[in-house]
């Protein structure tokens, strides 16, 4: 069962690569009237194929492991991005806007990319984590970030139609920035599955913050070395500096070589279209109605905030009451599942009160997901807490 659930995991990886040639073809041949042409429909046909397969991904993994399938980072990562998806047919089939799957599958691929970097195997549960709870939190703020996600795609969208890349200013270079982001999670991907290929691995000896010694594997060159870590493996290279023992010095090695090949694949990039990665993009978004993408990604925030906040914050505390007999600590996760809400709720204010619209909300919306995979990103992997994947 477990094998039959990667295959069709598989498949909606393919089938969501197939849909966005087909979205591709579909800006190509031109829209009028927000009535998708025919690459336009079969490309929102595939995409719901595609989700199906991932669907059936999700229910067979749950009943192989006899609970909800968020439960490391593997998991999380291919939910996470299946929501996305599901936000994505949602808009599609209300607003038509064929750009917004070009955008929006090529990140849920990148999410189940890099979901595959991680094990994969499926593992009993921990005490803490048995519980209903597990199945109501996690999947409801996947849920919510996902949907919060489709809004940081209409944001780039909106600000790569509407930022004059003829000219050098700090919204260019700011632009610039969040494809170089993008870039660098393409690289996560192309250097880990390189290193796996050559089957790279490196033990250590290191002392964890509890003062305990414990044996951790590499399988990137070590950068940044465990705590007091110890190099067990011949031939292997020294990293060139060891980490605090907060700090989960394998993931930050993995955020160091992410980094490392996002910015090489960006510099050719550069090179070879001697252009803005931004500006490569202008001319398949020249067409679009910039109203019509501002209320997309504000349609998204206005959906996904209160799903979110069910999931990060409600039904959050009512859990770490169940599990740690406290409605709140200042577990990093909790921490940053605040910081969130919190920009959001000032997103929303900004909003309707100020009226923030257009470019302004794009940034906003840009931002807030640059916070929602600080704590995906930064806090599961490096920063050692109650909620972080240390394991995965």
């Known amino acids: 069962m477990v094998k039959w659930s990667g295959n069709l995991l598989y498949a909606a990886f393919v089938l969501y690569l ?74 599609y089939s209300i607003y038509k806007v064929a750009a917004l799957g ?54 780039v969208i909106y600000l790569v139609k509407n930022i004059d890349q003829s000219t050098r200013n700090l919204r260019t270079f700011f632009l610039e920035v969040i494809m170089y982001s993008i870039i660098t999670v393409v690289g996560f991907v192309f250097v880990t599955m390189t290193f796996n290929f050559m089957n790279y691995e490196v033990s250590f000896d290191f002392v964890t913050k509890d003062g305990q010694q414990q044996v951790v594997e590499y399988t990137l060159p070590a950068i940044a070395g465990p705590h007091e870590g110890v190099i067990q493996t011949k031939d292997r290279m020294e990293p060139f500096f060891n980490v605090p023992a ?17 910015t090489i694949l960006y510099i050719l990039i550069r090179l070879i279209a001697r252009k803005r990665v931004a500006a490569i993009f202008q001319p398949l978004v020249k067409n679009l109605n910039s109203d019509l993408i501002d209320e997309i990604s504000y349609r998204s925030v206005l959906i996904g905030f209160p799903i979110f906040t069910l999931g990060g914050l409600i039904f959050a505390m009512i859990w770490a009451q169940i599990a740690w007999t406290r409605f709140w600590g200042w577990d990093p996760k909790e921490v940053w599942a605040l910081i969130t809400w919190l920009f959001y709720a000032a997103f929303l204010h900004l909003r309707l009160s100020k009226g923030w619209h257009g470019e302004k909300s794009a940034w906003l919306a840009v931002i807030g997901f640059a916070i929602i995979m600080f704590n995906f990103v930064a806090v599961n992997l490096v920063i050692a807490g109650l909620h972080s994947y240390v394991s995965s």
Do not use: C
């Open 102 to 155: 070009l955008f929006a599958l090529p990140i849920a691929i990148v999410m189940i990319a890099y979901a595959s970097m991680f094990p994969k195997d499926i593992s009993p549960l921990i005490p803490a984590l048995q519980s209903d709870w597990l199945h109501i939190h996690v999947t409801t703020t996947a849920a919510g970030q996902g949907i919060l996600a489709l809004s940081f795609i209409a944001g």
């Open 18 to 91: 197939v849909a966005t040639l087909l979205f591709g073809g579909a800006i190509k041949q031109g829209q009028k009237d927000r009535k998708p042409n025919k690459w336009g429909k079969l490309g929102f046909i595939v995409t719901i194929i595609g989700f199906i397969a991932q669907l059936g991904y999700f229910i067979l993994r749950w009943i192989a492991s006899g609970h909800a399938p968020v439960s490391n980072l593997f998991e999380y990562a291919t939910f996470f991005g299946m929501m996305l998806v599901a936000a994505f047919i949602v808009l």
């Open 246 to 262: 907060f700090i989960n010095g394998k993931k930050l090695n993995t955020v160091i070589w992410s980094i490392f090949a996002g």
